[in-house]
């Protein structure tokens, strides 16, 4: 359960060789109905966690295609409470970890103790809240680590070296390295220096690195991974879901994890 699970089910499959991959969803778009579906189909594919966002108001790190999912969803009804009442029915079918990716307005209105309490009961295993910088992280993690939830930290471009070391020093799961600048959405390619990026934090961080934002493709999901362990792909695949395009999702997944030649380097 919940931290350990993480890092176990990663370990195992970098260990086989295989790249990892962790798609984003929105809970509740499409209705909660389909959560399910769609979290049963993922792990088919042979994801290695999803990460469920709780749709907010006010997305600050959400380009326009979750922006409207999130919409969507919120239209639904979808709420935080819901979305644990949901994982919490469907717990026992799942197999795959599951990342709660909330903003910290809707966990510190639900209170951040009973959040912690009821995520777990849920089965939830790790936990990302952009909005919360390092500096103010103890106001959730206590509670986090009580019931060994892991509290995921994300790396930007612009952050310093000693403040990488710091967040790359804590990380617990995985570390989330921000792989470009700005918000959340598809892009045609990454700088060419997010490769050193990627290899630095590669050499401070104890878990596995994965790069997120702006993948659209399995060839940029196997260009960073190259250079880490693995990728986090939510627009594109919110956007597949969408439109029923799930035939894509599978080729997409299946393509950016079985290509593992060389191991990514630690040093
Ligand atoms: O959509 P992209 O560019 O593929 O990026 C992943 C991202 O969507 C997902 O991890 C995420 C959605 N909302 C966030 C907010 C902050 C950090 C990460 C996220």
């Given at each position: 359960m919940g931290k350990e699970r993480i890092e176990r089910t990663f370990q195992n499959k970098l260990l086989r060789g295989e790249k990892l991959f962790i798609p984003y969803l929105m809970a509740?778009?499409?209705?909660?109905?389909?959560l399910d579906e769609r979290i049963q189909f993922l792990e088919k594919c042979g994801v290695s966690a999803i990460e469920l966002g709780i749709p907010f108001s006010?997305?600050?790190?959400?380009?326009?295609t979750i922006q409207k999912a999130g919409l969507r969803s919120l239209k639904e009804g979808t709420t935080l409470t819901g979305v644990l009442k949901h994982l919490k029915k469907c717990k026992k079918t799942r197999t795959v970890p599951i990342i709660l990716m909330a903003y910290l307005n809707p966990i510190y209105r639900y209170g951040l103790e009973n959040f912690a309490v009821d995520a777990k009961e849920a089965g939830v295993d790790g936990v990302i809240i952009?909005?919360?910088p390092l500096e103010e992280e103890e106001l959730v993690t206590g509670y986090l680590h009580q019931h060994h939830i892991a509290f995921i930290r994300l790396v930007a471009l612009t952050s310093s070296r000693d403040r990488v070391k710091e967040i790359a020093s804590r990380s617990e799961g995985f570390l989330y390295a921000?792989?470009?600048?700005?918000?959340t959405g598809a892009r045609k390619n990454h700088d060419s220096h997010v490769k050193d990026y990627l290899e630095m934090l590669k050499r401070y961080s104890s878990v596995p690195v994965l790069a997120g934002f702006g993948v659209s493709n399995v060839e940029q999901a196997r260009k960073l991974s190259y250079h880490c362990d693995g990728v986090i792909v939510g627009s594109r695949i919110v956007e597949l879901f969408h439109e029923d395009r799930t035939e894509e999702i599978k080729v997409f997944i299946r393509g950016s994890i079985h290509h593992t030649l060389e191991p990514s380097h630690k040093g």
């Open positions: 509740g778009d499409g209705g909660l109905d389909v006010d997305p600050v790190a959400d380009g326009p952009p909005d919360v921000v792989s470009v600048m700005g918000t």
